[in-house]
């Protein structure tokens, strides 16, 4: 059993090692040569799973350890007999990490205060949830459109996207990235879109860039029907568009899910996928994330708003935007050397006062 595994995924070197051959290899290394005679491949985004990579090899199951899987050509491996999996939800809350961090930027500007702001949601998925959750827990009201579940399930508790485009303030997307059917994404935020808008929002996207139409983003806001953008997704990675990013008030490349936690879910996921696939058992419980280098975050030295100096002192998107800026032709250097980050529930808050440790505890903090 021969296993290819792309060598940016973390934890995973020696787990497979007992059970086959397993070689690593960079992404853009990962080709028709390559993968001929391997059984699995072990992937990322950046791999495209299609007909040019996959004909006439030997791959039977493909494992990407991300949540999006719009880089896998479904039907042709249906067709062709290669099953794949995705790590669905792993790493859904450091998305919600750098959503909520990047509106507490935000209100860290004059005159943009979060509590009150409907927040719209396009996407109520395993992201859209605990985006959800947090906005409201900052007092936001929240404002859900997902066709797909809104068929499935009481439709009164979702909008349409008319209605998103003309109550919010902000409107965030969490949609997989689908190119035909009537759940089509592709371009779901476009000229059409944008000329509805009513309040001037922030846009944010994190989902993939393909979802908002970036020329069309870029004209809303140059127009003034959009006041600041939030992008973590870009059409044409990794070849930003210059203006946009330079307009943009977080700007980052494509690293919303790239928590230690979410890294070591997707891993885990993975290996236990696979090895379920191979008829075998791994121990996946040593796959863990290396602890924070600074674990306590002491809030008596903070005066302001508690709730954005704890946010921020775990992950703060202006840092990884000032990078991308000073250097966007590095855009996938940047997401291949990314630093340690981890959630709140790995830092420990000293000194909140009563009144905030219910919210901190909520978020996941540990608070002593
Ligand atoms: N920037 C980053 O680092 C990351 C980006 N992502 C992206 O976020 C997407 C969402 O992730 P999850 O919430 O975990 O996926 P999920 O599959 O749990 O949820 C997606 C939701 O979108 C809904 N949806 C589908 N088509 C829609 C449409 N046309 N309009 C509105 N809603 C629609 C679905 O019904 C579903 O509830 C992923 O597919 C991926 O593309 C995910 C993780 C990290
Ligand atoms: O999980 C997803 O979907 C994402 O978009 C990832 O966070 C990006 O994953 P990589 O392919 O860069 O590992």
């Keep these: 059993m021969k296993i290819i595994v792309d060598n940016k995924i973390p934890y995973i070197k020696g787990i497979l090692e007992p059970f086959a051959d397993v070689e690593y290899y960079a992404p853009a290394d990962i080709n028709r040569e390559v993968v001929c005679d391997a059984d699995i491949l072990i992937i990322r985004t950046r791999t495209r799973c299609n007909r040019e990579l996959?004909?006439?090899?030997?791959?039977?199951?493909?494992?990407?350890?991300?949540?999006g899987y719009d880089h896998i050509d479904t039907e042709w491996c249906g067709k062709n007999g290669i099953v794949w999996t995705n790590a669905p939800g792993c790493n859904?809350?450091?998305v919600g990490q750098y959503i909520l961090s990047s509106l507490l930027s935000l209100q860290e500007r004059k005159d943009f205060v979060l509590e009150g702001k409907v927040i719209g949601i396009v996407g109520v998925g395993n992201v859209g949830r605990i985006v959800a959750d947090y906005c409201r827990m900052v007092?936001?009201?929240?404002?859900?459109?997902?066709?797909?579940?809104?068929?499935l399930e009481?439709?009164?508790?979702?909008?349409?996207?008319?209605?998103?485009?003309?109550?919010?303030?902000?409107?965030?997307?969490?949609?997989?990235?689908?190119?035909?059917?009537?759940?089509?994404?592709?371009?779901?935020?476009?000229?059409d879109f944008f000329s509805r808008l009513r309040k001037r929002p922030v846009i944010i996207n994190s989902s993939r860039g393909e979802v908002v139409d970036n020329r069309a983003l870029y004209n809303a806001y140059q127009s003034g029907n959009v006041s600041e953008m939030i992008l973590d997704c870009w059409e044409n990675e990794p070849d930003v568009d210059d203006v946009l990013l330079s307009n943009v008030f977080i700007g980052t490349p494509h690293i919303a899910g790239y928590s230690a936690d979410g890294k070591a879910n997707a891993t885990r996921q993975i290996v236990q996928a696979v090895?379920?696939?191979?008829?075998?058992?791994?121990?996946t419980s040593l796959i863990q994330p290396p602890a924070p280098v600074f674990p306590d975050i002491d809030l008596s030295l903070c005066s302001d708003n508690i709730l954005a100096s704890a946010v921020l002192a775990t992950y703060d998107p202006r840092n990884d935007t000032a990078a991308l800026r000073a250097a966007p032709g590095t855009f996938e250097k940047l997401r291949g050397e990314y630093g340690l980050r981890r959630e709140f529930n790995a830092y420990t808050v000293h000194h909140a006062v009563s009144r905030d440790i219910e919210l901190l505890q909520k978020l996941g903090f540990q608070v002593s």
């Design 54 to 67: 996959l004909d006439g090899s030997k791959v039977r199951y493909i494992g990407t350890a991300t949540i």
């Design 275 to 283: 090895s379920r696939w191979m008829g075998i058992s791994i121990d």
């Design 154 to 191: 009481d439709s009164t508790c979702f909008v349409s996207l008319d209605e998103v485009a003309k109550e919010c303030d902000i409107i965030t997307f969490h949609t997989p990235l689908n190119k035909s059917g009537m759940d089509c994404t592709y371009h779901l935020a476009g000229a």
């Design 92 to 94: 859904a809350s450091s």
């Design 139 to 151: 007092g936001m009201e929240v404002l859900l459109n997902d066709p797909p579940r809104a068929r």
